[in-house]
């Protein structure tokens, strides 16, 4: 029987009260830039894995537009990717619940639960859940596990920004999964406030993350402002991020903005 069960976790497109209001198409425009962002850098990184979560969940909300479909179409190479309905009201550990519930025979669950968090325009190494699975957990102890090292992505000048923190869109949970009613997953709480028992950094020479910078996301606009300061060599880092073609290629560099 397994040990720990890796989750990787991805709300795709779950409700925001703006799309209350807003016209249908402009949902549906904002569902293709989503696709798009999701298809060329997310999903390029995922490939470039050298080891691969046991699952990799998308949380969808196909109520107003069917994604679902259009998401599978390009899951296709993944088998251990699976879409998960979203519904009101549901948190993350009640969805969790239900797919372990479906996915494992009584009592033969695994002894541990990890899960990352990954947003659906952002990039993993192809070494991240290769270092991950380097902790080591305690008898009892939950634990949040984190890869601080990442970068800032600039999507379009085709750069890196070295950046840093404990508690980043990227951490992982560590917790005990024989008693279900106990579980939290990581989207327990916001990841700048998610608390545990026990907390360990691994710390690593090149990024094991990177966040992408394509001014249509207001919390990677404000890092973007805070970055540090450039790194590379740039073909060996969009390699390392599965962006091989973009390597290839080598686009025209643009003026950064205002910091």
Not at 30 to 38: A, N, V
Not at 117 to 142: I, K, N, V
Request: glycine letters at 6%.
């Amino acid at each position: 029987m397994k040990t720990r069960l890796t989750v990787l976790i991805s709300r795709f497109n779950l409700p925001k009260s703006k799309w209350k209001t807003e016209p249908l198409s402009a949902y549906e425009a904002w569902l293709d830039g989503r696709f798009e962002l999701f298809r060329k850098y997310t999903l390029a990184s995922y490939a470039n894995l050298e080891t691969r979560p046991d699952y990799w969940i998308l949380w969808c909300d196909d109520r107003k537009v069917n994604v679902t479909d259009r998401l599978k179409a390009l899951l296709g190479p993944f088998p251990e990717a699976v879409c998960v309905q979203y519904s009101d009201g549901h948190r993350c550990q009640d969805m969790m619940r239900e797919f372990l519930t479906a996915s494992f025979a009584a009592g033969k669950l695994p002894q541990e639960l990890s899960t990352t968090r990954l947003d659906t325009d952002d990039l993993l190494a192809r070494d991240f859940f290769t270092r991950l699975a380097e902790f080591q957990s305690g008898p009892e102890q939950d634990a949040l596990v984190s890869l601080p090292g990442g970068a800032l992505y600039d999507a379009v000048a085709q750069t890196f920004h070295y950046t840093s923190y404990f508690k980043s869109p990227f951490i992982s949970l560590v917790e005990k999964s024989t008693d279900l009613r106990r579980l939290r997953t990581v989207y327990a709480a916001p990841h700048l406030q998610l608390e545990a028992e026990r907390v360990v950094g691994i710390r690593s020479h090149a990024p094991m993350w990177a966040t992408c910078y394509h001014g249509g996301n207001l919390s990677n606009t404000l890092r973007w402002n805070m970055r540090l300061f450039e790194i590379g060599p740039k073909r060996k880092l969009l390699r390392r991020f599965g962006l091989r073609d973009l390597a290839k290629q080598q686009g025209s560099i643009r003026a950064k903005p205002d910091s």
